[in-house]
């Protein structure tokens, strides 16, 4: 008789690295936009032109003509960067709300990357970085629109991964804050009294210097203001040491909303 030999259990691949794991989430953001992208081509990239344009031209021309110019520059030239902060602002939090509760309540696509190896915190990474890539591409026009119309120096170049860092300074807490709300009352509150009067009075139409001073200390404190700022000063070429500072406090504020947003995605979608 031979030797009888005790069966093995079979192996169980193991599941493939973190990184791989966030990169094929990440796909799935890509595939998504891909079918979807003609619903919100116009709001992405027409919009933040339109403005620039309405405004910039429009505006300005009657602002240039009482006023002259506004910080040395055209009204145009002074405008542009603001709104290439306010539309990364803008892109990202429509990324890190609305479809973040899709993801989560309406259609629950988090659910169903959980029944894959993925983890509630790569499928944050993943949407975080698909965030990014939103921002990046919507400020990518409008710099290129800025750079056709002779609206900046070379220095134009490093607004983008500054609009992208704006992007996820505001996406990362506004993840935090989607994932803990049970429904879309806390996203409009959000929008109507945090998004509004942050557009308006960050400095992106008018220096901040024209505000009551109560009010213009409030605005130092916001990070749209220092997404502001940073930008305008590369778009103009006018980099200083003070540009640290603000790309210091978006830093702090991207990775308080990371922290904040992985604690809040484990806590809803992990059981």
């Not at 973190?18 to 116009?42: C, E, I, K, Q």
């Not at 609009?163 to 709300?181: I, K």
Request: aromatic share 10%; glycine share 8%; hydrophobic share 55%.
């Amino acid at each position: 008789m031979g030797l009888s030999t005790a069966p093995t259990a079979p192996t169980v691949p193991a599941d493939p690295p973190a990184p791989v794991m966030v990169g094929r989430a990440y796909l799935s953001f890509v595939d998504t936009f891909r079918r979807t992208w003609r619903g919100s081509a116009a709001t992405m990239f027409g919009v933040p032109v339109l403005q620039l344009l309405a405004f910039g031209y429009g505006l300005g021309h009657l602002i240039g003509r009482t006023n002259g110019p506004v910080e040395g520059v055209t009204y145009v030239a002074f405008l542009a960067p603001g709104l290439v902060a306010a539309s990364a602002m803008q892109t990202a939090l429509e990324e890190a709300t609305w479809s973040v509760m899709a993801a989560i309540k309406w259609q629950r696509t988090y659910h169903a990357m959980l029944a894959t190896p993925l983890t509630a915190g790569q499928i944050l990474l993943s949407h975080l970085l698909w965030a990014a890539t939103m921002v990046a591409m919507s400020t990518a026009v409008l710099l290129l629109v800025i750079a056709v119309l002779g609206l900046g120096t070379g220095w134009l170049v490093l607004a983008l991964p500054a609009a992208v860092l704006v992007g996820l300074a505001f996406a990362a807490p506004a993840m935090a804050m989607t994932a803990r709300s049970e429904d879309t009352q806390s996203l409009t509150y959000l929008y109507r009294f945090g998004v509004v009067p942050l557009f308006l009075f960050s400095g992106t139409f008018f220096p901040i210097s024209q505000l009551p001073a109560w009010l213009e200390r409030l605005a130092w404190v916001t990070a749209l203001w220092h997404g502001v700022a940073l930008c305008r000063d590369l778009v103009l070429g006018r980099v200083g040491w003070f540009d640290l500072v603000h790309v210091g406090y978006l830093l702090a504020l991207l990775a308080a909303g990371l922290l904040l947003a992985d604690r809040a995605f484990r806590r809803r979608l992990v059981v």
